[in-house]
């Protein structure tokens, strides 16, 4: 799929990783949600380190932009727009300021490069005649399944709802409009379901052609042990290495997580995506022409 001036998927080893760092997320310092404002200057200044890092790797980057209301739903996308040319994505826990967002892009002129972040197991009718009715031409499929984590459970989401909503999800994608799909799925704590995430990337590669995108740092922030057993560097070191398992695994994106972890992340993604165009180049797949493989 393109997004903007980004490409993301094929075959493995074929085009560089995205990465995906959010900004504006739940307890981000530079947020103050009761005057609904942000630190622009300090904003400004992450966005281009993630632009320094991804131009230094070859990788390309989007930006997840995350509302934590409806007002900074509208002033996040507007500033990342206005201060980069990179593809932005629409993401928050409330309903609400997604709504708002689709909106908002769709009338403001960059709808065609921004992707919505996600049709999941949740949606309902409102979400859907938004969605419909909005410009964008991009949307995150999450394979996120809160009864039953198992690979099948998931592809019954996406085939069929798997009970949860009366079609499938890649169903309510296409009619929604949608052809640029990204599948994540939703990447779960140990024990419920985490090595089914990674699994899952391959699967659904496989059977439905779709890029992909894995929120691969969910694993060491969601580990109890390591939390409490481990020091912040070394909480950091496993959080950014848990990138290299996504690639391995198939996953065409990464959601990194924090915009700061952008620089820590892109060498990874780099590194894996070099090992990747090695491991395939016997089988006659080459890489694109921008691709990490320069550095080597």
């Known amino acids: 799929m393109d997004i903007g001036r980004v490409k993301i ?10 990465i995906i760092p959010t900004i504006f997320y739940d ?53 990342v727009a206005d201060h980069t ?33 996600a049709i999941n197991m949740m949606i309902d009718d409102e979400e859907i005649k938004n969605l419909t009715r909005s410009r964008i031409e991009a949307v995150v499929i999450l394979g996120f399944n809160m009864q ?20 499938g999800l890649l169903t309510i994608a296409r009619e929604c409009g949608f052809d640029k799909i990204l599948y994540d799925p939703g990447v779960q704590p140990f024990g ?12 659904v590669k496989a059977i439905y052609g779709l890029p992909t995108g894995v929120g691969a740092h969910n ?9 409490k057993n481990a020091d912040r560097e070394t909480r950091r070191i496993t959080d950014i290495s848990a990138n290299a398992a996504g690639i391995l695994a198939g996953a065409n994106s990464l959601f990194i997580g924090p915009i700061e972890n952008a620089k820590y992340a892109a060498p990874t993604a780099a590194m894996m995506d070099i090992l990747m165009a090695d491991s395939v180049a016997d089988l006659g797949i080459e890489h694109a022409e921008e691709h990490p493989s320069m550095l080597a």
Do not use: C
């Not at 928050?92 to 992707?115: C, F, P």
């Open 85 to 117: 040319d990179a593809p932005i994505v629409i993401d928050s826990a409330d309903k609400e300021a997604r709504i708002v967002g689709l909106a908002h892009v769709s009338d403001s002129g960059y709808a065609d490069r921004t992707m919505y972040n």
């Open 148 to 167: 039953d984590p198992s690979v099948k459970a998931r592809i019954d989401l996406l085939e069929n709802g798997g009970g949860f909503v009366e079609k």
């Open 192 to 203: 419920q379901g985490a090595g089914a995430s990674f699994r899952l990337l391959a699967a």
């Open 9 to 18: 998927g094929g075959q493995i080893g074929e085009n560089p990783t995205a």
């Open 219 to 227: 694993i060491p922030s969601s580990w109890a042990w390591l939390r």
């Open 27 to 79: 307890g981000h310092r530079i947020v103050d949600t009761k005057r609904n404002t942000f630190d622009e200057e300090r904003a400004e200044e992450l966005i281009r380190e993630v632009e320094e890092a991804g131009d230094k790797h070859i990788l390309p980057y989007l930006f997840q932009v995350v509302g934590l209301t409806p007002e900074l739903m509208i002033k996040g996308l507007d500033f």
